[in-house]
């Protein structure tokens, strides 16, 4: 069984920044592909970024391309988001997520969430204007 704890969340200002952890246990990480996603009140969870099983490649939402950074050290079990330039409209719970097939669906299997096997219990990014 494969947990998964975020850390790193908190009250920014609008202009600044915040690096998430996403600490995995119980498994082999270098074996998962990971993402985050992000939930704002009242509204769906959607995807923000994903890396592949040994980083080289990298996905990201439109709205977060150029001011976030996804990475991991497959060394300490652990995926970052690093957010620049944040916006109120970042505000949000954020969850790591671990997919362990590697089985590919479709090209956008990445954005899904049913794609992911394990999830963790959120930290929350809070943006002020």
């Known amino acids: 069984q494969v947990q998964l704890v975020e850390s790193g969340g908190g009250l920014v200002q609008a202009g600044g920044s915040l690096r998430l952890s996403c600490a995995a246990s119980?498994?082999?990480?270098?074996?998962?592909?990971m993402g985050w996603f992000r939930q704002a009140p009242g509204k769906e969870r959607e995807f923000v970024a994903a890396?592949?099983?040994?980083?080289?490649?990298?996905y990201y939402a439109e709205t977060v391309k150029g001011r976030f950074t996804i990475s991991r050290d497959n060394a300490k079990n652990t995926v970052y988001l690093q957010m620049n330039s944040l916006k109120p409209e970042d505000t949000a719970v954020y969850y790591c997520?671990?997919?362990?097939?590697?089985?590919?669906?479709?090209?956008?299997?990445?954005?899904?969430?049913?794609?992911?096997?394990?999830w963790g219990q959120g930290t929350q990014v809070t943006v002020s204007s």
């Open positions: 119980g498994g082999t990480f270098s074996d998962y592909f």
């Open positions: 997520a671990a997919r362990i097939s590697v089985q590919v669906s479709s090209i956008s299997y990445y954005r899904k969430e049913y794609e992911y096997d394990y």
């Open positions: 890396i592949s099983r040994n980083g080289g490649r990298t």
